[in-house]
Protein backbone atom coordinates (compact mmCIF):
# COMPACT_ATOMS: atom_id res chain seq x y z
CA UNK A 1 0.00 0.00 0.00
CA UNK A 2 1.33 2.99 -0.93
CA UNK A 3 0.41 6.30 0.94
CA UNK A 4 1.87 10.26 0.53
CA UNK A 5 3.53 11.18 3.48
CA UNK A 6 0.33 14.43 4.01
CA UNK A 7 -1.81 11.42 4.35
CA UNK A 8 0.19 9.52 7.00
CA UNK A 9 1.10 12.03 9.64
CA UNK A 10 -2.35 13.22 10.48
CA UNK A 11 -3.75 9.79 10.76
CA UNK A 12 -0.84 7.91 12.04
CA UNK A 13 -2.58 5.55 14.51
CA UNK A 14 -4.97 4.16 11.58
CA UNK A 15 -1.18 2.87 9.72
CA UNK A 16 1.13 1.50 12.63
CA UNK A 17 -0.89 -1.70 12.94
CA UNK A 18 1.22 -2.33 9.37
CA UNK A 19 3.11 -5.67 9.77
CA UNK A 20 5.93 -3.64 7.97
CA UNK A 21 6.40 0.28 7.12
CA UNK A 22 9.13 1.34 4.24
CA UNK A 23 9.90 5.23 4.56
CA UNK A 24 12.05 6.08 1.33
CA UNK A 25 13.04 8.96 -0.64
CA UNK A 26 15.98 12.14 -0.42
CA UNK A 27 14.14 14.05 2.50
CA UNK A 28 16.14 12.34 5.21
CA UNK A 29 14.71 14.90 7.38
CA UNK A 30 11.22 13.97 6.64
CA UNK A 31 11.78 9.82 6.86
CA UNK A 32 13.26 10.29 10.17
CA UNK A 33 10.08 12.31 11.50
CA UNK A 34 7.79 9.39 10.17
CA UNK A 35 9.84 6.34 12.22
CA UNK A 36 10.23 8.84 15.16
CA UNK A 37 6.34 9.70 14.77
CA UNK A 38 5.71 5.89 14.30
CA UNK A 39 7.81 4.86 17.47
CA UNK A 40 5.96 7.38 19.46
CA UNK A 41 2.74 6.59 18.77
CA UNK A 42 3.11 2.64 19.02
CA UNK A 43 4.60 3.82 22.60
CA UNK A 44 1.57 5.23 23.21
CA UNK A 45 -0.80 2.41 22.70
CA UNK A 46 1.65 -0.24 24.27
CA UNK A 47 4.62 0.19 26.61
CA UNK A 48 6.17 -2.94 26.14
CA UNK A 49 8.06 -3.03 23.44
CA UNK A 50 12.02 -2.98 22.57
CA UNK A 51 13.51 -1.14 20.02
CA UNK A 52 16.19 -2.89 17.29
CA UNK A 53 18.21 -0.64 15.13
CA UNK A 54 19.98 -3.12 12.55
CA UNK A 55 22.13 -1.02 9.83
CA UNK A 56 22.91 -2.61 6.42
CA UNK A 57 26.23 -2.30 6.22
CA UNK A 58 27.32 -4.25 9.52
CA UNK A 59 24.32 -6.73 7.77
CA UNK A 60 25.42 -10.00 5.88
CA UNK A 61 23.05 -12.10 3.84
CA UNK A 62 20.87 -14.30 6.90
CA UNK A 63 21.33 -11.92 9.02
CA UNK A 64 17.73 -10.27 8.59
CA UNK A 65 16.20 -13.66 8.99
CA UNK A 66 17.85 -14.80 12.23
CA UNK A 67 16.94 -11.37 13.61
CA UNK A 68 13.51 -11.34 13.09
CA UNK A 69 12.99 -14.67 14.32
CA UNK A 70 14.93 -14.12 17.37
CA UNK A 71 12.54 -11.41 17.71
CA UNK A 72 9.66 -12.65 16.92
CA UNK A 73 8.11 -13.56 20.35
CA UNK A 74 7.70 -11.67 23.47
CA UNK A 75 10.82 -11.90 25.88
CA UNK A 76 11.32 -12.79 29.14
CA UNK A 77 9.31 -9.58 30.41
CA UNK A 78 6.58 -9.49 28.22
CA UNK A 79 7.82 -7.40 25.47
CA UNK A 80 7.42 -7.23 21.97
CA UNK A 81 10.15 -5.44 19.61
CA UNK A 82 10.21 -3.49 16.67
CA UNK A 83 13.16 -3.63 14.20
CA UNK A 84 14.50 -0.63 12.29
CA UNK A 85 16.31 -1.75 9.54
CA UNK A 86 18.62 1.40 8.14
CA UNK A 87 19.14 0.32 4.67
CA UNK A 88 22.01 2.27 2.41
CA UNK A 89 21.91 0.36 -0.44
CA UNK A 90 18.89 -2.16 -1.88
CA UNK A 91 20.98 -5.86 -1.42
CA UNK A 92 18.83 -7.08 1.52
CA UNK A 93 15.61 -6.33 0.12
CA UNK A 94 14.65 -9.59 -1.40
CA UNK A 95 15.68 -11.20 2.37
CA UNK A 96 13.45 -8.59 3.96
CA UNK A 97 10.46 -8.96 2.18
CA UNK A 98 10.88 -13.15 2.05
CA UNK A 99 11.46 -12.66 6.49
CA UNK A 100 8.37 -10.24 6.45
CA UNK A 101 5.86 -12.91 4.48
CA UNK A 102 6.83 -15.78 7.30
CA UNK A 103 5.51 -13.17 9.37
CA UNK A 104 1.77 -13.88 10.43
CA UNK A 105 0.53 -13.37 13.92
CA UNK A 106 3.77 -12.79 15.71
CA UNK A 107 3.97 -9.98 17.35
CA UNK A 108 6.29 -8.18 16.05
CA UNK A 109 6.89 -5.11 13.52
CA UNK A 110 9.31 -3.83 10.84
CA UNK A 111 10.36 -0.18 9.77
CA UNK A 112 12.50 -0.12 7.00
CA UNK A 113 14.46 3.37 6.38
CA UNK A 114 16.24 3.97 3.26
CA UNK A 115 17.17 6.36 0.88
CA UNK A 116 15.48 6.88 -2.61
CA UNK A 117 14.26 3.73 -4.27
CA UNK A 118 13.59 3.14 -8.17
CA UNK A 119 10.26 2.80 -9.46
CA UNK A 120 11.14 -0.94 -10.21
CA UNK A 121 13.09 -1.39 -6.91
CA UNK A 122 11.89 -4.93 -5.33
CA UNK A 123 11.03 -3.39 -2.01
CA UNK A 124 9.16 -0.57 -3.59
CA UNK A 125 7.15 -2.76 -5.89
CA UNK A 126 6.38 -5.41 -3.05
CA UNK A 127 4.87 -2.74 -0.28
CA UNK A 128 2.86 -1.20 -3.18
CA UNK A 129 1.40 -3.88 -3.96
CA UNK A 130 0.67 -5.97 -0.47
CA UNK A 131 -2.25 -4.08 1.37
CA UNK A 132 -1.03 -5.39 4.74
CA UNK A 133 2.30 -3.69 4.12
CA UNK A 134 2.74 0.06 3.86
CA UNK A 135 5.23 2.55 1.72
CA UNK A 136 5.38 6.09 2.23
CA UNK A 137 7.59 7.95 0.09
CA UNK A 138 9.38 11.35 1.20
CA UNK A 139 10.12 14.03 -1.06
CA UNK A 140 11.42 17.37 -0.80
CA UNK A 141 9.16 19.98 0.97
CA UNK A 142 6.47 21.57 -0.46
CA UNK A 143 5.86 25.27 0.21
CA UNK A 144 3.29 24.36 2.50
CA UNK A 145 5.05 21.91 4.51
CA UNK A 146 8.07 24.20 4.78
CA UNK A 147 6.21 27.49 5.60
CA UNK A 148 4.15 25.29 8.51
CA UNK A 149 7.72 23.60 9.37
CA UNK A 150 8.99 27.85 9.68
CA UNK A 151 5.52 28.86 11.69
CA UNK A 152 5.59 26.19 14.03
CA UNK A 153 9.18 26.37 15.28
CA UNK A 154 8.49 30.29 15.76
CA UNK A 155 5.39 29.64 17.66
CA UNK A 156 6.84 26.89 19.65
CA UNK A 157 10.77 28.69 20.76
CA UNK A 158 7.96 32.17 21.37
CA UNK A 159 10.17 33.79 18.75
CA UNK A 160 8.61 37.09 17.32
CA UNK A 161 8.91 37.54 13.55
CA UNK A 162 6.46 38.77 11.09
CA UNK A 163 4.75 36.92 8.05
CA UNK A 164 6.80 38.40 5.74
CA UNK A 165 9.91 37.38 7.81
CA UNK A 166 8.48 33.90 7.90
CA UNK A 167 7.97 34.07 3.76
CA UNK A 168 11.01 35.12 3.20
CA UNK A 169 13.00 32.91 5.40
CA UNK A 170 11.33 29.85 3.24
CA UNK A 171 11.99 31.46 -0.33
CA UNK A 172 15.69 31.21 1.13
CA UNK A 173 15.83 27.88 2.63
CA UNK A 174 16.30 24.30 0.20
CA UNK A 175 13.29 21.88 0.24
CA UNK A 176 15.07 19.46 2.87
CA UNK A 177 14.04 19.20 6.37
CA UNK A 178 17.33 18.31 8.00
CA UNK A 179 18.81 21.42 6.64
CA UNK A 180 15.71 23.51 7.39
CA UNK A 181 16.11 22.28 10.52
CA UNK A 182 19.88 23.00 11.13
CA UNK A 183 19.26 26.80 9.65
CA UNK A 184 16.08 27.06 12.35
CA UNK A 185 18.94 26.36 15.12
CA UNK A 186 21.12 28.43 13.65
CA UNK A 187 18.50 31.52 14.45
CA UNK A 188 17.46 29.93 17.34
CA UNK A 189 20.96 30.35 18.86
CA UNK A 190 21.22 34.12 17.53
CA UNK A 191 17.81 35.15 18.83
CA UNK A 192 18.85 34.16 22.39
CA UNK A 193 20.50 37.28 23.43
CA UNK A 194 18.26 39.45 25.00
CA UNK A 195 16.47 42.49 22.67
CA UNK A 196 17.67 40.80 19.53
CA UNK A 197 15.15 41.28 16.73
CA UNK A 198 15.97 38.56 14.22
CA UNK A 199 14.98 40.40 11.21
CA UNK A 200 17.80 42.61 11.64
CA UNK A 201 20.55 40.13 12.18
CA UNK A 202 22.09 39.03 8.81
CA UNK A 203 20.99 35.60 8.68
CA UNK A 204 20.40 34.99 4.92
CA UNK A 205 24.12 35.43 4.60
CA UNK A 206 25.60 32.48 2.24
CA UNK A 207 29.28 31.87 2.42
CA UNK A 208 31.24 32.45 -0.92
CA UNK A 209 34.47 30.70 -2.07
CA UNK A 210 36.81 33.74 -1.97
CA UNK A 211 39.68 35.22 -0.36
CA UNK A 212 38.52 35.32 2.71
CA UNK A 213 38.25 31.88 2.90
CA UNK A 214 41.90 31.53 2.27
CA UNK A 215 41.83 33.39 6.04
CA UNK A 216 39.65 31.34 7.77
CA UNK A 217 41.62 28.19 6.75
CA UNK A 218 44.22 29.70 7.64
CA UNK A 219 43.05 30.56 11.39
CA UNK A 220 41.27 27.37 11.72
CA UNK A 221 44.24 25.45 10.69
CA UNK A 222 46.57 27.15 12.83
CA UNK A 223 48.83 28.30 9.76
CA UNK A 224 49.93 31.64 11.07
CA UNK A 225 52.14 33.17 8.94
CA UNK A 226 53.06 36.76 7.39
CA UNK A 227 50.32 36.82 4.79
CA UNK A 228 48.18 35.90 7.80
CA UNK A 229 49.42 38.56 9.98
CA UNK A 230 48.40 41.40 6.88
CA UNK A 231 45.01 39.94 6.68
CA UNK A 232 44.33 40.22 10.18
CA UNK A 233 45.56 43.59 10.24
CA UNK A 234 42.97 44.54 7.48
CA UNK A 235 40.68 43.19 9.25
CA UNK A 236 40.99 44.93 12.22
CA UNK A 237 40.43 48.39 10.46
CA UNK A 238 36.83 47.80 9.21
CA UNK A 239 33.63 47.14 11.04
CA UNK A 240 32.05 45.67 8.14
CA UNK A 241 34.56 43.33 7.36
CA UNK A 242 34.66 41.54 10.67
CA UNK A 243 31.00 41.30 10.95
CA UNK A 244 31.05 39.30 7.07
CA UNK A 245 34.25 37.25 8.47
CA UNK A 246 32.31 36.50 11.63
CA UNK A 247 29.65 35.11 9.81
CA UNK A 248 31.92 32.74 7.62
CA UNK A 249 33.65 31.92 10.58
CA UNK A 250 30.27 30.79 11.92
CA UNK A 251 29.36 28.45 8.85
CA UNK A 252 32.85 27.24 8.95
CA UNK A 253 32.90 25.76 12.31
CA UNK A 254 28.93 24.88 11.69
CA UNK A 255 30.33 22.74 9.52
CA UNK A 256 33.16 20.80 11.57
CA UNK A 257 30.83 20.42 14.45
CA UNK A 258 27.87 19.05 12.39
CA UNK A 259 30.81 16.14 10.35
CA UNK A 260 31.93 15.45 13.59
CA UNK A 261 28.39 14.70 14.95
CA UNK A 262 28.22 12.76 12.10
CA UNK A 263 31.07 10.65 12.43
CA UNK A 264 30.44 10.65 16.08
CA UNK A 265 27.40 8.61 15.26
CA UNK A 266 28.76 5.88 12.80
CA UNK A 267 28.82 7.90 9.48
CA UNK A 268 31.69 7.61 6.98
CA UNK A 269 33.63 10.77 6.40
CA UNK A 270 32.36 10.62 2.94
CA UNK A 271 28.81 10.22 3.86
CA UNK A 272 29.56 12.80 6.95
CA UNK A 273 30.96 15.49 4.23
CA UNK A 274 28.16 14.86 1.46
CA UNK A 275 25.21 16.13 4.09
CA UNK A 276 26.90 19.89 3.94
CA UNK A 277 25.20 22.07 1.73
CA UNK A 278 27.00 24.04 0.32
CA UNK A 279 29.80 21.51 0.18
CA UNK A 280 33.35 21.90 1.36
CA UNK A 281 35.19 23.79 -2.10
CA UNK A 282 37.77 21.02 -3.40
CA UNK A 283 40.61 23.37 -2.94
CA UNK A 284 39.93 23.10 1.00
CA UNK A 285 38.90 19.82 1.12
CA UNK A 286 43.08 19.12 2.51
CA UNK A 287 42.30 21.34 5.00
CA UNK A 288 38.93 20.86 6.82
CA UNK A 289 39.30 17.15 6.95
CA UNK A 290 42.62 17.86 8.94
CA UNK A 291 40.88 20.25 11.05
CA UNK A 292 38.19 17.58 12.30
CA UNK A 293 40.96 15.96 13.38
CA UNK A 294 42.28 18.55 15.61
CA UNK A 295 39.19 20.39 17.09
CA UNK A 296 36.51 18.63 19.42
CA UNK A 297 32.94 19.06 19.66
CA UNK A 298 33.49 20.76 22.80
CA UNK A 299 35.78 23.34 21.60
CA UNK A 300 33.80 23.93 18.37
CA UNK A 301 30.94 24.57 20.55
CA UNK A 302 32.60 26.76 22.97
CA UNK A 303 33.76 28.81 19.12
CA UNK A 304 30.16 28.97 18.10
CA UNK A 305 29.09 30.14 21.02
CA UNK A 306 31.05 32.93 20.74
CA UNK A 307 30.78 33.89 17.54
CA UNK A 308 27.08 34.11 17.40
CA UNK A 309 27.59 36.58 20.58
CA UNK A 310 30.07 38.24 18.48
CA UNK A 311 27.31 38.66 16.04
CA UNK A 312 24.74 39.67 18.29
CA UNK A 313 26.93 42.38 19.78
CA UNK A 314 27.65 43.95 16.04
CA UNK A 315 24.15 44.31 15.18
CA UNK A 316 23.10 45.86 18.76
CA UNK A 317 25.82 48.17 17.76
CA UNK A 318 27.70 47.60 21.75
CA UNK A 319 30.97 49.86 21.70
CA UNK A 320 32.99 46.46 22.96
CA UNK A 321 31.84 44.79 19.62
CA UNK A 322 35.24 44.53 17.55
CA UNK A 323 37.36 44.08 20.87
CA UNK A 324 34.86 40.89 21.67
CA UNK A 325 35.47 39.93 17.86
CA UNK A 326 38.97 39.78 17.40
CA UNK A 327 39.28 38.28 21.06
CA UNK A 328 36.79 35.38 19.07
CA UNK A 329 39.90 35.30 16.84
CA UNK A 330 42.52 34.77 19.19
CA UNK A 331 40.47 32.35 21.35
CA UNK A 332 40.86 30.12 18.07
CA UNK A 333 44.23 30.49 17.77
CA UNK A 334 44.69 29.96 21.90
CA UNK A 335 42.42 26.71 21.37
CA UNK A 336 44.33 25.64 18.31
CA UNK A 337 47.55 25.99 19.52
CA UNK A 338 46.55 23.84 23.28
CA UNK A 339 45.24 20.93 21.02
CA UNK A 340 47.78 20.71 18.46
Same mark, same amino acid.
Not at 210 to 229: A, K
Given at each position: MNLKFSDFMPEINKFIVKKAIVFYGPNIGKIDDCVRETILHKRQINQKFDIIHKYSDELK?? +????? &? *???? @?????GNTALIVFHLSNEKLSKEIIESINEIKDKDIKIIVRTGPLRVNSLLRKHFEKTNELLIVPCYEESSFEKKKLISDFFKKKKIAVSETFKTILSDHLSNHRVEIREKLDKIELLASGKNVKIEQLNIF?????? +????? &? *???? @????????????DQLCQ?????????????????????????????????????????????????????????????????????LALSKIKFFRGEVNASSFFLGCILKIVKIKTIIS
Open positions: LG +DVKKI &I *NQNS @SLDLFYDSAYS +DELEF &I *NSLV @SGRIDSRFNKQLFNNEQIRCASILLEHFYKLLKVKVLLKEGLTLSQAQSSLKPPIFFKHKYDFEKQLAIWEIKNLESIIKR
